[in-house]
């Protein structure tokens, strides 16, 4: 399986950094290999030539196809964690703001008449400032 | 007559998805699987279909599992997602209107 490692590696020569398709190729290439030897009956040594002989041409492989979806997969997921960030923080603010607004006219109202307005102005920052952030993501990207 | 890999190119996202719906295959299975199918009228490039089936993953269309260890080994399976399933239905439908038009053209009706 040595001969398979080393083709998979020098086919990731200009693209290195892509480790999980790397093993996921060899993979499929290993699992190849194991086929034709327990079902074609061929020897380990002509089961690893068949192999690399039918994964034909190298440009084939759409390598730079693999980078970028690999970038898309990566951007998709930034945006998706952002965007529950958000979320939870829209979430949190009405929470915070029902609690204040509830304290504010039960408990406090005679001694800070005006405490749930800054409380609130101070906590709207936070979904704020993330949705700033996602709308700054996306834009970089397109 | 052999059909070349490149005018199939477009379509091979749908084959692939098609088995994978089927039941969850591993690599070479996909690649047996279509040489059957199509008795070898259909070359298909090996090293095409192998990144097109990592795409598919990161496209998050199909997704990957290490299976049982079947005759020693462990395989790596890939299974369609949700999102996967509604990507061939669009595929399919896709495909019937293409199929509609060609046979405008190819097959003489008007």
């Given at each position: 399986?040595?001969?398979?490692?080393?083709?998979?590696?020098?086919?990731?020569?200009?693209?290195?950094?892509?480790?999980?398709?790397?093993?996921?190729?060899?993979?499929?290439?290993?699992?190849?290999?194991?086929?034709?030897?327990?079902?074609?009956?061929?020897?380990?040594?002509?089961?690893?030539?068949?192999?690399?002989?039918?994964?034909?041409?190298?440009?084939?492989?759409?390598?730079?196809?693999?980078?970028?979806?690999?970038?898309?997969?990566?951007r998709?997921?930034?945006?998706?964690?952002?965007?529950?960030d958000?979320?939870?923080?829209?979430?949190?603010?009405?929470?915070?703001?029902?609690?204040?607004?509830?304290?504010?006219?039960?408990?406090?109202?005679?001694?800070?008449?005006?405490?749930?307005?800054?409380?609130?102005?101070?906590?709207?920052?936070?979904?704020?400032?993330?949705?700033?952030?996602?709308?700054?993501?996306?834009?970089?990207?397109? | 007559?052999?059909?070349s890999?490149?005018?199939?190119?477009?379509?091979?996202?749908?084959?692939?998805?098609?088995?994978?719906?089927?039941?969850?295959?591993?690599?070479?299975?996909?690649?047996?699987?279509?040489?059957?199918?199509?008795?070898?009228?259909?070359?298909?490039?090996?090293?095409?279909?192998?990144?097109?089936?990592?795409?598919?993953?990161?496209?998050?269309?199909?997704?990957?599992?290490?299976?049982?260890?079947?005759?020693?080994?462990k395989?790596?399976?890939?299974?369609?997602?949700?999102?996967g399933?509604?990507?061939?239905?669009?595929?399919?439908?896709?495909?019937?209107?293409?199929?509609?038009?060609?046979?405008?053209?190819?097959?003489?009706?008007?």
């Amino acid at each position: 399986m040595k001969r398979i490692d080393n083709f998979v590696e020098r086919l990731y020569k200009h693209q290195p950094d892509d480790a999980e398709s790397k093993e996921a190729l060899k993979q499929m290439l290993y699992e190849k290999v194991d086929d034709l030897v327990r079902d074609e009956k061929l020897s380990l040594e002509d089961a690893i030539n068949r192999t690399i002989e039918d994964f034909g041409d190298e440009t084939d492989y759409d390598l730079i196809g693999l980078a970028k979806e690999k970038r898309r997969y990566k951007r998709q997921k930034t945006l998706r964690h952002y965007r529950n960030d958000l979320l939870f923080s829209v979430i949190a603010t009405i929470l915070i703001g029902c609690i204040v607004m509830i304290a504010n006219y039960t408990l406090l109202e005679t001694y800070f008449p005006w405490l749930s307005f800054i409380v609130l102005l101070g906590v709207l920052f936070w979904p704020l400032s993330l949705f700033y952030k996602l709308m700054n993501r996306r834009g970089d990207s397109k | 007559m052999a059909i070349s890999s490149d005018v199939l190119r477009g379509h091979l996202e749908s084959i692939i998805l098609t088995l994978i719906k089927e039941k969850d295959r591993y690599g070479y299975e996909i690649v047996n699987e279509i040489k059957a199918r199509t008795d070898g009228s259909f070359v298909m490039k090996e090293a095409t279909l192998y990144a097109m089936v990592q795409r598919l993953e990161r496209k998050e269309v199909i997704d990957s599992y290490i299976g049982d260890k079947s005759h020693g080994k462990k395989r790596r399976y890939y299974t369609i997602t949700p999102l996967g399933k509604a990507y061939l239905k669009e595929k399919q439908v896709e495909w019937k209107e293409l199929k509609a038009i060609m046979a405008l053209f190819m097959e003489g009706k008007s």
